[in-house]
Nanobody, 125 residues
C-alpha cells in the first residue's frame, strides 16, 4: 500500500512563496492520481489541486488558481505544490493524498484512499 510523506511547510510572509513536496513509497506511484488538500484550524479539509497519473491534467480550487501549481516527478515518486503570492488564508495543514486512477477522483476527500501526515504552513501579514 502506498505511503505518503509531506515536507516543506514553513512560516512565510504574505506575498511569499513555498514549495511543498510529497514523496510516495511502496505501491506503484504511476497508478495514482495525486492531490493536495488544505485544512485551516477549525475548518474542514478542502481540496486544493489534483494532478493526473501522467501529469498532463490538473484541476485547482478557485481560491488558488493562478497562485498555486501542482506538478509531479514520476521518476522520483514525488508530487509538488508550488505556492506563490501567499495569503493569510493559506495558513493551515497541507495534506498529500493518492487515489487509484480508475476512481477519477476530483477535489473531494471522499475520492482519496491514502493520506500523508501533513505539513504546516503559516502565512503572516
Amino acid at each position: 500500500q502506498i505511503q505518503l510523506a509531506e515536507s516543506g511547510g514553513a512560516s512565510v510572509q504574505a506575498g511569499g512563496s513555498l514549495r511543498l513536496a510529497c514523496v510516495a513509497s511502496r505501491g506503484n506511484f504511476l497508478s495514482y492520481r495525486m492531490a493536495w488538500f488544505h485544512q485551516a484550524q477549525g475548518k474542514e479539509r478542502e481540496g486544493v489541486a489534483w494532478i493526473s497519473t501522467g501529469g498532463n491534467s490538473e484541476q485547482y480550487a478557485d481560491s488558488v488558481k493562478g497562485r498555486f501549481t501542482i506538478s509531479r516527478d514520476n521518476a522520483k515518486n514525488t508530487v509538488y505544490l508550488e505556492m506563490n503570492d501567499q495569503k493569510s488564508e493559506d495558513t493551515g495543514m497541507y495534506y498529500c493524498a493518492a487515489s487509484l486512477w480508475l476512481n477519477n477522483a476530483g477535489l473531494s476527500m471522499a475520492g482519496y484512499e491514502h493520506w500523508g501526515q501533513g505539513t504546516q504552513v503559516i502565512v503572516s501579514s
